[in-house]
C-alpha cells in the first residue's frame, strides 16, 4: 500500500538512454518522498543484454512488463515514457490499464486505439523537417548531433544522440558537462524495432484508451518536433497539456 500522498513512479527511456537519462528526476521525486523505479529496457543502459540479443519488442519490453506484473493488484502508479518510451508504456497500458493512474508522455509517441502503433513512426517521417533535423553525423561549435540510420536484415539500428552545447541557441540540454559526458558513456544504440510495430494492432478502447493521459511538450525539441506533438494529441485527446517553453528533446537534463 502506498502512503497517503506518495505515488509511485516507474520512469521509462527513450532509444539510446536507460535509466541514468533519469537520475535528475528521480532525485528530486525521492526527495518528495515518492517511490521511484528508473528501468533499463532490453540491451539498454547497464541491461546485460547486447542488441543482437533482443530480437522482438516484447524482448525489449520485458523488464517493464516485469515490473508491472509484479505490483499488487491495489497498486496504481504513475507510468512515465520519454520519446520513444511512448511506444513502450502504450503497450503496458494495454496490458495493465488497471494498474495505472495516470500515463505520462513526456514528448514522447503516443499512439492512439485508432491506428496500428507503427503509423507513427510513418507520420513522423513524413512531417520531419530536415533544415531544423538534419540527418546525418557532425559536430559544430554549438551543437553536437549523431544522427545515423543503418539497416540489417533482423534489425533497424538508429543511433540518436543530440546535446546542445552551452553556446547553442537553444536551451541547452547538457546544463552540465558531467552530463554530456554521462550520455557519452551510457549511449547506446537501439533497435526501433519496426516489423514487430508494424505487424501490432491498434490498441483497445478497453485497455489502453481507458487509461488517462497527460502529454508533456517539448517546445524545441528538434527530435519529435512541437507540430508532430501537437498532431498526436490532436489525434488521441488527453486529459492535460503541459507546454515547456524553451526546451529541447532532453527535459529530464536541462528542466527537470
Given amino acids: 500500500m502506498e502512503k497517503k ?6 520512469l521509462v527511456h527513450g532509444a539510446c538512454h536507460g535509466a541514468w537519462c533519469w537520475y535528475k528526476i528521480a532525485h528530486l521525486l525521492k526527495s518528495d518522498g515518492h517511490q521511484v523505479t528508473a528501468l533499463d ?16 519488442f516484447s524482448e525489449y519490453v520485458k523488464p517493464l512488463m516485469e515490473v508491472m506484473a509484479s505490483l499488487s493488484s491495489d497498486e496504481k502508479i504513475i507510468l512515465v515514457g520519454h520519446s520513444f518510451g511512448g511506444f513502450s508504456i502504450s503497450f503496458a497500458m494495454e496490458k495493465f490499464p488497471a494498474k495505472i493512474l495516470v500515463a505520462v508522455f513526456v514528448t514522447a509517441y503516443m499512439p492512439n486505439c485508432k491506428n496500428p502503433p507503427a503509423t507513427l513512426i510513418g507520420e513522423s517521417v513524413l512531417q520531419v523537417d530536415t ?19 543503418s539497416f540489417t536484415e533482423k534489425i533497424s539500428v538508429a543511433v540518436f544522440l543530440t546535446a546542445f552545447l552551452p553556446d547553442s541557441v537553444h536551451r541547452p540540454s547538457f546544463v552540465l558537462e558531467k552530463d554530456l559526458e554521462l550520455a557519452k558513456i551510457l549511449a547506446r544504440p537501439p533497435s526501433l524495432f519496426q516489423h514487430d510495430l508494424s505487424m501490432a494492432k491498434e490498441f483497445s478502447s478497453e485497455g ?35 507546454k515547456m517553453e524553451g526546451v529541447d528533446h532532453m527535459p529530464t537534463f536541462c528542466k527537470p
Wanted: proline content about 5%.
Fill in 5 to 10: 500522498g506518495k505515488k509511485h513512479f516507474i
Fill in 41 to 56: 529496457l532490453g540491451a539498454c543502459g547497464v541491461n546485460p543484454k547486447k542488441l543482437e540479443e533482443v530480437t522482438s
Fill in 131 to 149: 533544415n531544423r533535423f538534419p540527418v546525418g553525423v557532425g559536430v559544430g561549435s554549438s551543437v553536437l548531433m549523431i544522427s545515423a540510420l
Fill in 208 to 242: 489502453h484508451g481507458s487509461v488517462r493521459k497527460v502529454y508533456i511538450i517539448c517546445e524545441e525539441d528538434k527530435a519529435i518536433p512541437k507540430e508532430f506533438q501537437e498532431w498526436m494529441i490532436e489525434n488521441n485527446p488527453v486529459e492535460e497539456v503541459i
